[in-house]
């Protein structure tokens, strides 16, 4: 079209031109408008797997989140437990602290004991030694104590037959009375 002229002053081949232009346009425009009802279908189909697909994620972030919490409780109880724990282990540590020094003091207490254990024994050998050669002669006095203990006994009997005077100083019968005691 030329300056300052319409469309109409041209005649009846600038208006098939014309008609024509604006066909070719309108179907332009009719092929854009069915691209983008296309594409409108296209993205209102991902909208909607979209939305299911957050729908989804929510109730998997819902399920999280309540695992997460219910997570979060555990771990508060076994700091809990932890700290309990902790304060057991350095009782228990003092506890050990104390029997080391015990140990400690009661092997100082063994030694000085082997010390004289170690002292002592020459004097146990000799004691030993002397029980050992004492023993016959023990064994020879409870032999006599026994037949002397019958004598009396006999002596006691024999005596009650006849009455006498007891004399308390009687050698027989403070040996009776030694024995029975």
Not at 27 to 38: I, N, P, Q, V, Y
Not at 57 to 84: H, K, M, P, S
Not at 117 to 124: A, F, G, I, K, N
Not at 133 to 141: V, Y
């Amino acid at each position: 079209m030329a300056r300052g002229s319409s469309w109409l002053g041209r005649g009846p081949i600038c208006l098939t031109c014309e008609l024509t232009r604006l066909d070719c346009k309108l179907a332009r425009w009719d092929r854009e408008l069915t691209r983008l009802d296309c594409d409108l279908t296209r993205l209102d189909c991902d909208l909607t797997q979209l939305e299911r697909e957050l729908t989804r994620l929510n109730r998997e972030l819902t399920r999280l989140n309540r695992e997460l919490t219910r997570l979060g409780r555990e771990l508060t109880q076994l700091g809990r437990d932890l700290t309990r724990l902790g304060r057991e282990l350095t009782r228990l540590g003092h506890e050990l602290t104390r029997l080391g020094r015990e140990l400690t003091r009661l092997g100082r207490e063994l030694t000085r004991l082997g010390r004289e254990l170690t002292r002592l024994e020459p004097d146990l050998t000799r004691l030993d030694r002397d029980l050992t050669r004492l023993e016959p002669e023990l064994t020879r006095l409870d032999r006599e104590l026994t037949r002397l203990t019958r004598e009396l006994t006999r002596l006691d009997r024999d005596s009650s037959e006849f009455p006498r005077a007891r004399n308390p100083w009687n050698p027989a019968q403070f040996l009776m009375k030694t024995k029975i005691a």
